[in-house]
C-alpha cells in the first residue's frame, strides 16, 4: 500500500479531496477480485479505516454455512483485527450519541466491493492502461465499483474527520456497509444473514455511469430488472462415439436445453435470458457424461420471474427426460427485486444535487439488476426506508467490457452528495 496515502485530505478543501479520491481509485481499480473471493480489496480498505473511531463488523461465520450454496468454501479463516473471517466483506458504524440521549435514528450507505471475470484490455487508448492502474490478474473492475468503494471509504473517513459536528445531528449512528459479489445478486443475501441491517434505519445505495452523463444526478430511477441467476449440471455416461447407445449423451440434453431457453428471450414482453460459462470437457470419440453452465433470467415485471423460472425448470425436465438415464441439477445462485423507491430520500438526494449544483435527471430507466434491491426490501418490510440513486458518469465502454472506464471527475460528485446527505440531518 502507499503509505503516503494514509494521511487525511484536507476536507475543506476540494481539490485535495479530489485528488485524494482519484488516487484511491486507481489503487482499488488495480486489484480486482471476484465475488466473496475479495479478500485483498478488504485487507486494503479495513487498513484505511482501523485508526478511525468507527466500529468494524464481519460477516458471521454461520453465514457461510447459512448460505454455502451462494458462497465458496474457504481452507481457513482469514484473519482481520484478531477475528476470523469466513466471507468477505464488513460494516463500519460511527456512534454519533455515546450518551445516548437521541432518538434512534440509524443511516447506513452501501458500497459494492467486487470486480468481474474479465481479462482488462491493455490498449494504450484505455486510460487505466495508459496511466499503469489497469489490472493484470484476469479480473477486472468493469462496472465501477472501484469508485463506489472510493466514495463510500472517503465519505467514512469524512465521517471520522467530522465527528464533534455531526454529535449534534439527529442521526445517532451511521454504517458504511461494503458489500461482496453483487454481480450475480449474491451479497445483498449474505448482509442479511449477518445482521448488517438490524439497526438501520435507512440506507442509501447507489450507481456510477450507466449512461447518465457527467455532472448529473438521477435521485429516483426505476425500471429495475428482477432477476435469478442459476447453475445447471447435466449428468450422463460416458461411451465410445462409435456405441453412442451404450452411453448417454449430457450434451444432447444441455444443447437442446440452451436452445429452448434462449428462445424464451422476448423484448416486447420484458422477458431476458443469457446462457454462458458452458463447459463439457472430453474428446470428440467419447460420448460427454457432464456439461455445467451458468444462467440468468430477468424481467421488468417482477410478477413475471417466478413464472419464467418455473419455464427454464419445465425445459430441463422436459430434455433429460427425453435423454432416458440421465439426470440434472438446476441451482440457484442469486436473486434481484424490482426496488420501490422512497420517496423522502429521493427527494433528499434531490435536494443535495441542487444545493451542489449538479444536474438533476428526474426520470431514468435502470433497466438492469442489482441486489441493493434485496437490503431496501429486507428493510421496507420492517416499516423502515431505502433508496438507490445515479451518479452520472460518462463512460469510454459499455459496462462489463474489458475497455471499460469512467469520469473520475464524477467521484467527487458522488463523494459530495453523500456528504449533503449526512449534513442534512443537522438542525
Known amino acids: 500500500m502507499n503509505k503516503n496515502f494514509l494521511s487525511l485530505p ?6 485535495s479531496v479530489f485528488k485524494a479520491i482519484i488516487t484511491l481509485r486507481r489503487m482499488l481499480h488495480a486489484m480486482p477480485e471476484t465475488g466473496f473471493h475479495e479478500w485483498k480489496t478488504m485487507e486494503f480498505l479495513i487498513n484505511l479505516l482501523k485508526e478511525t473511531k468507527g466500529s468494524i463488523t464481519f460477516m458471521s461465520q454461520e453465514t457461510a454455512q447459512n448460505l454455502r450454496t451462494l ?7 482469514h484473519k482481520f483485527l484478531g477475528t476470523d473471517v469466513t466471507v468477505t466483506g464488513f ?10 440521549k437521541k432518538t434512534k435514528k440509524h443511516l447506513a450507505v452501501r458500497s ?7 481479462p482488462e484490455s491493455s490498449d494504450p487508448k484505455h486510460v487505466p492502461a495508459r496511466y499503469g492502474f489497469n489490472a493484470v490478474n484476469g479480473a477486472m473492475h468493469a462496472c465501477g465499483h472501484d469508485g463506489h468503494m472510493a466514495i463510500a471509504l472517503m465519505s467514512a473517513l469524512w465521517v471520522n474527520a467530522n465527528l464533534a459536528l455531526l454529535y449534534k445531528s439527529d442521526l445517532s449512528a451511521i454504517s458504511f456497509i461494503f458489500q461482496p459479489a453483487e454481480e450475480g445478486c449474491r451479497g445483498a443475501l449474505a448482509v442479511i444473514d449477518s445482521g448488517f441491517l438490524q439497526d438501520i434505519d435507512f440506507i442509501y445505495c447507489y450507481h456510477l455511469g450507466l449512461g447518465v452523463p457527467s455532472g448529473y444526478i438521477v435521485p429516483c430511477p426505476s425500471d429495475f430488472l428482477a432477476s435469478c441467476k442459476f447453475t445447471l449440471e447435466v449428468l450422463g455416461k460416458k461411451s465410445h462415439a462409435g456405441h453412442p447407445e451404450l452411453g448417454i449423451n449430457a450434451l444432447k440434453v444441455t444443447a437442446s436445453f440452451i436452445e ?3 428462445n424464451l428471450l422476448d423484448l416486447k414482453k420484458g422477458l431476458y435470458v443469457n446462457i454462458s460459462n458452458l463447459h463439457c470437457e472430453g474428446a470428440c470419440n467419447v460420448i460427454p457424461d457432464h456439461c455445467s453452465l451458468d ?8 410478477k413475471n420471474l417466478d413464472h419464467l423460472y418455473f419455464q427454464i425448470e419445465k425445459i430441463i425436465a422436459n430434455e433429460s427426460n427425453a435423454v432416458p438415464g440421465s439426470s440434472y441439477q438446476l441451482l440457484k445462485k442469486g436473486v434481484g427485486l424490482g426496488i420501490r423507491q422512497d420517496t423522502a430520500l429521493c427527494k433528499k438526494v434531490e435536494h443535495a444535487a441542487h444545493k451542489l449544483k449538479l444536474n ?7 433497466n438492469a439488476s442489482e441486489d441493493a434491491s434485496q437490503l431496501i426490501r429486507h428493510l421496507q418490510k420492517q416499516g423502515k426506508q431505502g433508496c438507490y440513486f445515479m451518479i452520472g458518469s460518462d463512460i469510454a465502454a459499455p459496462h462489463h467490457n474489458s475497455s471499460f472506464d469512467f469520469d473520475e471527475k464524477s467521484l467527487i460528485n458522488g463523494f459530495n452528495v453523500i456528504k449533503e ?7
Open 10 to 15: 484536507d476536507f475543506t478543501n476540494n481539490d
Open 71 to 77: 458462497i465458496p468454501k474457504i481452507d481457513k479463516p
Open 91 to 100: 460494516k463500519i458504524t460511527f456512534n454519533l450519541d455515546p450518551e445516548n
Open 112 to 118: 459494492d466491493i467486487d470486480g468481474l471475470a474479465i
Open 260 to 262: 429452448k431457453a434462449l
Open 295 to 302: 444462467g440468468e433470467i430477468r424481467v421488468l415485471d417482477e
Open 360 to 366: 438533476v435527471m428526474p426520470h431514468f430507466k435502470f
Open 421 to 427: 446527505l449526512i449534513l442534512s440531518e443537522l438542525p
